[in-house]
């Protein structure tokens, strides 16, 4: 089963706080591991992972894939307000297709 | 990168009628995508919009609600038939095979009442 499980599904944390968001996966017809970040509508692409133990970073954004334990972990330092949104991870599936399986989510608000 | 026109961005329906909602990628791109957000959940893929052939549906959605158009490599449409207040969600058009990233467009907020 092509299934993502996120984890919290909710978490508020204060301004300066550093949080780690976790999504695991099915292993079967893994292709790539994308997470996105949701504000208002559209999701807006943060990183793709394909690669074990390779950290890929984005200023205060950085995430990491262990393809051996089937998860992936989305790490935000020193949060700020602008960080509140939903975070999205999707596993995208083999077979030619780019088709995206997202997990529930898990919904950050940073407060002041 | 991509960028991806939606149209109409919002819109709010009479049960029992039907919309289409337009998806505008302003390069070719091989593959699209239709999902669906129903309200506090995660997105869902409604089909595949290939060119020149029938959309492949995934597991719970028929051609007969969703019909779908993908008349060359930068257009698809996704028309919502017979609404009912079940069909208000956002409905997002994504597009791939641009390298590694799946990028999506604006949605489109439907309100069925």
């Known amino acids: 089963e092509d299934k993502v499980v996120q984890s919290p599904l909710s978490l508020v944390v204060h301004e300066g706080d550093t949080v780690t968001l976790n999504c695991s996966y099915e292993?079967?017809?893994?292709?790539?591991l994308l997470w996105y970040k949701q504000e208002k509508k559209a999701p807006t692409f943060l990183f793709m992972l394909t690669s074990s133990g390779i950290e890929k970073k984005s200023g205060r954004l950085s995430s990491i894939l262990d393809k051996k334990e089937l998860f992936s972990i989305l790490n935000i330092t020193a949060t700020q307000t602008g960080d509140s949104a939903v975070y999205l991870c999707?596993?995208?599936?083999?077979?030619?297709?780019?088709?995206?399986?997202f997990g529930k989510g898990t919904k950050l608000t940073v407060n002041p | 990168s991509a960028v991806i026109s939606q149209k109409p961005s919002r819109d709010i329906c009479q049960r029992g009628t039907s919309l289409t909602i337009q998806c505008q990628v302003d390069?070719?791109?091989?593959?699209m995508f239709w999902y669906r957000q129903q309200p506090g959940q995660s997105l869902t893929l409604i089909a595949t919009a290939n060119q020149g052939s029938e959309a492949t549906y995934e597991s719970g959605f028929v051609i007969d609600k969703f019909p779908i158009s993908r008349p060359n490599l930068t257009f698809s449409t996704l028309t919502v038939s017979n609404m009912s207040p079940e069909d208000s969600s956002i409905y997002l058009c994504?597009?791939?095979?641009?390298?590694?990233?799946?990028?999506f467009g604006e949605g489109s907020w439907l309100t069925v009442v």
């Open positions: 999707g596993k995208c599936l083999q077979g030619g297709s780019e088709k995206l399986v």
């Open positions: 292993v079967t017809n893994f292709r790539s």
């Open positions: 390069s070719q791109v091989t593959m």
């Open positions: 994504s597009v791939g095979g641009l390298g590694n990233t799946i990028y």
